[in-house]
């Protein structure tokens, strides 16, 4: 990274804090709605959790309140794409949930009661079906949940790529320049604090990921937030005739641009509370409940906490059991991947929060500080959506949507949680 000192403007429109999907899709719509946008980002673009995904894009399987929202999405997507001068894999060849028994296929259920009315094309698919959708699909899984016009992209390229645009546009999308603190005067913005010194501006976006809670907690604004550690890999081309996204109750895997397949265990992450979490246990207790087997309590290898320059990178390393595992589950669940190399492993953040749905929200009583976090492991696909909807309410714009459910103030006002239906 350079060590360069990056010239900043004395002032803009609208400082974003955190290059990821949602302060980049966030920028996306502000400059072209012709606002004066600066992206501050401690790290690189997509450093953190925006390049390390799975990379789908889906609608299956979504909050019902998210949903009419990440449809808009997949279309926001295939602009975006059109935009770039960088193919970033931008597909819609669907998404798969593969079940074992009809206790598994009834689990979608939830799902399926709202899902048709918004338009969706989600079926139950049999056996039969399944075939025809995944050639020599193993006979473990019996039936499924398909959502054909599903997508993907790769979230290696997709940030950089909508970051590129955004300087080529003009827009400042500073790296290696952490901002310490929100700037505020009676309760009003006035721009931020960053290690090189001040920007001034009358609006101020906190996209910062997993270190959201500490920027807000400079604020006074309590955010709980929790961070899961995710570990992925990638495979050598393999000769597997599926080209879309699927997941089963131990394994997920994705067709890649390059032949190979972004392949995870989809029953597998590891919770590593900082000190500083500790004070959300009670909060996050309904979700550990509920994904108790799947989240796995670990001592934490890396802090994080309000000291934005500790680490540039929030970069967490998966362990080689856990890439053992991983090989060895792909193995067993599908036989194409017997003896295929993994290239590349590597883990990634998740920023949970205790509902597992984003906050999308301004906040009551500062003016000008607006929020989108918290997208508890499924931000990359809704990220161009949620990009738009924050770019409205900054504008004051009517916004189309339902934002009730994330709203910043549902952790204080006394209302009960509803859990969203995963991490
Ligand atoms: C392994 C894994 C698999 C996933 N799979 C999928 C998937 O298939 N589909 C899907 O939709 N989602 C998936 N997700 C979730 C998705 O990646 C995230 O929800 C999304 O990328 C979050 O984007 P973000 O912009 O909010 O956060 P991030 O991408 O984490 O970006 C936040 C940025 O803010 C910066 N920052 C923070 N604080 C400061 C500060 N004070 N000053 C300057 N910069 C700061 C950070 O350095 C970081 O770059 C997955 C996540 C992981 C980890």
Same mark, same amino acid.
């Given at each position: 990274?350079?060590?360069?000192?990056?010239?900043?403007?004395?002032?803009?429109?609208?400082?974003?804090?955190?290059?990821?999907?949602?302060?980049?899709?966030?920028?996306?719509?502000?400059?072209?709605?012709?606002? +004066?946008?600066?992206?501050?980002?401690?790290?690189?673009?997509?450093?953190?959790?925006?390049?390390?995904?799975?990379?789908?894009? +889906?609608?299956?399987?979504?909050?019902?309140?998210?949903?009419?929202?990440?449809?808009?999405?997949? +279309?926001?997507?295939?602009?975006?794409?059109?935009?770039?001068?960088?193919?970033?894999?931008?597909?819609?060849?669907?998404?798969?949930?593969?079940?074992?028994?009809?206790?598994?296929?009834?689990?979608?259920?939830?799902?399926?009661?709202?899902?048709?009315?918004?338009?969706?094309?989600?079926?139950?698919?049999?056996? &039969?079906?399944?075939?025809?959708?995944?050639?020599?699909?193993?006979?473990?899984?019996?039936?499924?949940?398909?959502?054909?016009?599903?997508?993907?992209?790769?979230?290696?390229?997709?940030?950089?790529?909508? $970051?590129?645009?955004?300087?080529?546009?003009?827009?400042?999308?500073?790296?290696?320049?952490?901002?310490?603190?929100?700037?505020?005067?009676?309760?009003?913005?006035?721009?931020?604090?960053?290690?090189?010194?001040?920007? &001034?501006?009358?609006?101020?976006?906190? $996209?910062?990921?997993?270190?959201?809670?500490?920027?807000?907690?400079?604020?006074?604004?309590?955010?709980?937030?929790?961070?899961?550690?995710?570990?992925?890999?990638?495979? $050598?081309?393999?000769?597997?005739?599926?080209?879309?996204?699927?997941?089963?109750?131990?394994?997920?895997?994705?067709?890649?641009?390059?032949?190979?397949?972004?392949?995870?265990?989809?029953?597998?992450?590891?919770?590593?509370?900082?000190?500083?979490?500790?004070?959300?246990?009670?909060?996050?207790?309904?979700?550990?409940?509920?994904?108790?087997? &799947?989240?796995?309590? +670990?001592? =934490?290898?890396?802090?994080?906490?309000?000291?934005?320059?500790?680490?540039?990178?929030?970069?967490?390393?998966?362990?080689?059991?856990?890439?053992?595992?991983?090989?060895?589950?792909?193995?067993?669940?599908?036989?194409?991947?017997?003896?295929?190399?993994?290239?590349?492993?590597?883990?990634?953040?998740?920023?949970?929060?205790?509902?597992?749905? =984003?906050?999308?929200?301004?906040?009551?009583?500062?003016?000008?500080?607006?929020?989108?976090?918290?997208?508890?492991?499924?931000?990359?696909?809704?990220?161009?959506?949620?990009? &738009?909807?924050? $770019?409205?309410?900054?504008?004051?714009?009517?916004?189309?949507?339902?934002?009730?459910?994330?709203?910043?103030?549902?952790?204080?006002?006394?209302?009960?949680?509803?859990?969203?239906?995963?991490?």
């Amino acid at each position: 990274m350079s060590s360069e000192k990056p010239k900043l403007p004395g002032s803009t429109d609208v400082v974003i804090v955190g290059a990821g999907i949602a302060g980049i899709s966030a920028a996306w719509f502000l400059d072209k709605a012709g606002l +004066r946008v600066v992206v501050c980002e401690k790290g690189v673009v997509a450093g953190e959790q925006s390049s390390r995904n799975w990379g789908w894009i +889906r609608q299956q399987g979504r909050d019902q309140s998210e949903l009419p929202i990440v449809m808009e999405s997949m +279309r926001l997507w295939q602009d975006i794409a059109d935009e770039l001068d960088t193919d970033i894999g931008y597909q819609r060849e669907g998404s798969l949930y593969l079940c074992e028994n009809d206790a598994e296929l009834s689990r979608h259920q939830r799902f399926m009661s709202f899902a048709p009315a918004y338009g969706l094309t989600t079926s139950y698919v049999n056996r &039969k079906q399944l075939e025809t959708l995944m050639p020599d699909c193993p006979e473990r899984w019996q039936s499924g949940l398909h959502t054909p016009d599903d997508g993907r992209a790769e979230p290696s390229l997709a940030v950089p790529a909508m $970051a590129k645009t955004l300087r080529d546009r003009g827009a400042h999308v500073i790296e290696n320049c952490a901002v310490e603190q929100v700037m505020m005067e009676n309760r009003k913005v006035t721009g931020v604090l960053t290690e090189y010194g001040e920007i &001034k501006a009358s609006t101020v976006l906190c $996209a910062g990921g997993a270190w959201s809670t500490f920027l807000l907690r400079g604020c006074g604004i309590r955010l709980p937030q929790l961070t899961v550690k995710a570990s992925v890999a990638r495979t $050598a081309p393999v000769p597997l005739k599926f080209n879309g996204n699927a997941s089963g109750s131990k394994v997920a895997f994705r067709r890649r641009l390059d032949g190979g397949y972004t392949v995870a265990c989809s029953d597998y992450l590891e919770v590593l509370p900082s000190a500083s979490h500790l004070g959300f246990a009670r909060d996050f207790l309904p979700l550990i409940k509920t994904s108790f087997g &799947k989240l796995k309590l +670990r001592i =934490p290898e890396l802090k994080v906490d309000a000291d934005f320059k500790r680490q540039r990178i929030l970069n967490p390393i998966p362990t080689v059991a856990t890439v053992a595992r991983i090989k060895a589950r792909l193995a067993d669940r599908v036989p194409a991947f017997r003896g295929i190399e993994l290239v590349e492993a590597w883990s990634g953040m998740i920023d949970a929060l205790p509902d597992v749905v =984003p906050v999308l929200d301004r906040v009551d009583g500062i003016d000008g500080l607006f929020i989108s976090t918290g997208f508890s492991g499924h931000g990359f696909g809704i990220g161009p959506g949620a990009g &738009k909807i924050v $770019a409205s309410l900054i504008q004051n714009n009517r916004v189309e949507y339902d934002l009730t459910r994330f709203r910043l103030t549902r952790f204080s006002d006394g209302s009960k949680l509803e859990l969203g239906p995963a991490i």
